[in-house]
């Protein structure tokens, strides 16, 4: 009994997952077994999902709206190194490895400014 005999995604003889390409017959990595996908009952509809498509650039009229909502984020009580303000909006980030601390950035609402903080 073929379980995977009309899913494109693994070899009807061994259950191994298919490369994907563009051509409609696709061969098994493991067994050699080859599998035509033209006589699979598939449906007539399939979806592609792309993941993590480029960003737009963007213009100079947006990068100053984004600057203009910089104060959104909780507050921590530190001055900016550039123009003085008391009051810096921030995020953590964990950019590196587990065992050690995470990163603070810390972004001026008043100038825009960003320092960056190793915990």
């Keep these: 009994m073929d379980v995977f005999a009309d899913d494109p995604n693994f070899c ?3 259950g191994t997952i298919l490369p994907l390409d563009n051509s409609s017959l696709l061969k098994c990595i493991k067994c050699g077994q080859k599998s035509d996908l033209a006589k699979m009952n598939l449906p007539a509809k399939t979806t592609r999902i792309y993941f993590n498509t480029p960003a737009k650039t963007k213009t100079a ?3 100053e709206a984004a600057h203009a909502t910089v104060s959104d984020g ?3 009580d530190k ?3 550039k123009c003085e303000h008391q009051g810096l909006t921030y995020m953590t ?6 065992d050690e601390g995470q ?3 810390y972004t001026c609402p008043n100038c ?3 320092e960056v903080e190793n915990s």
């Excluded at 980030?93 to 587990?98: F, H, I, K, N």
């Design 12 to 14: 009807s003889a061994c």
């Design 61 to 63: 009229a947006q990068e």
């Design 74 to 76: 909780p507050i921590a």
């Design 79 to 81: 001055k900016c190194r």
């Design 93 to 98: 980030l964990q950019l590196r490895s587990a």
């Design 103 to 105: 990163t603070v950035i």
């Design 112 to 114: 825009g400014s960003k």
